[in-house]
Structures are given as C-alpha cells and as structure tokens.
C-alpha cells in the first residue's frame, strides 16, 4: 500500500493550496480517507475525514468553513482543498486511510509521506 500525498508549497497568508493524495495497493473505495497535520514540536492532529462512498464528511473546528475534503474513487485519490490559509496552518500535511472513519490516528491502518504547508504572514 502507498499512499503519495502532493500540493504543498510555501503561500501567503489568504491563499489557497490543493493537496492531492494518490492511494495504490488496497481498494481504494473499501477505504475512509483522512487528512491530518503536524507541526513542528507538536503533536499529529486530525483536520478532515471523508467515507468510503463519500457520503460523510468529518473536519476538525479549525478547518471547518475553509477547508474542504473529497475524493475520486475512479482516480483512487483523495483531496484537501483549503482556503483562506493563515500562518498557523503551517505544518506537514498526511493522508490517511482506514477501515474506520475516526478522527484519532490509531483509526488508520495506512499513511501517506506528508506533504509541507507554509503559510507566511
């Protein structure tokens, strides 16, 4: 299973970024999707979950009303579009994928690489 998250890059403060998340190796509609995020000396957080048929949607407060999650299980590849990005979304960007929607890590059975957000202000 590899999971290759992509779109991260450095923007200014209101910008937006799409972070893409190519998933090979597993049945990737058989799956629950998340996006979560870490920042340097700080701990893994969840920011959104989608299921398996894309029927529910899960974000974190901090991602609510700027961030949107989705995916293409024709593409096997899900996504994170986030508006209005501010400085403190700064962190490593991972896709997730489990048998489970949840929102704590140990949920998930397979991880992404990350992908690097800077937001400078």
């Known amino acids: 299973v590899q999971l290759q998250a992509s779109g991260g890059g450095l923007v200014q403060a209101g910008a937006s970024l799409r972070l893409s998340c190519a998933a090979t190796g597993l049945t990737f509609s058989s799956y629950n999707m998340g996006w979560f995020r870490q920042a340097p000396g700080k701990e893994r957080e969840f920011i959104a979950a989608?299921?398996?048929?894309?029927?529910?949607?899960h974000y974190a407060d901090s991602a609510k009303g700027r961030f949107t999650i989705s995916r293409d299980n024709t593409k096997n590849t899900v996504y994170l579009q986030m508006n209005s990005l501010k400085p403190e979304d700064t962190a490593a960007y991972y896709c997730a994928a489990g048998v489970r929607t949840g929102l704590k890590t140990y949920q998930y059975n397979y991880w992404g690489q990350g992908t690097e957000v800077t937001v400078s202000s």
């Open positions: 989608i299921g398996w048929s894309a029927g529910s949607t």
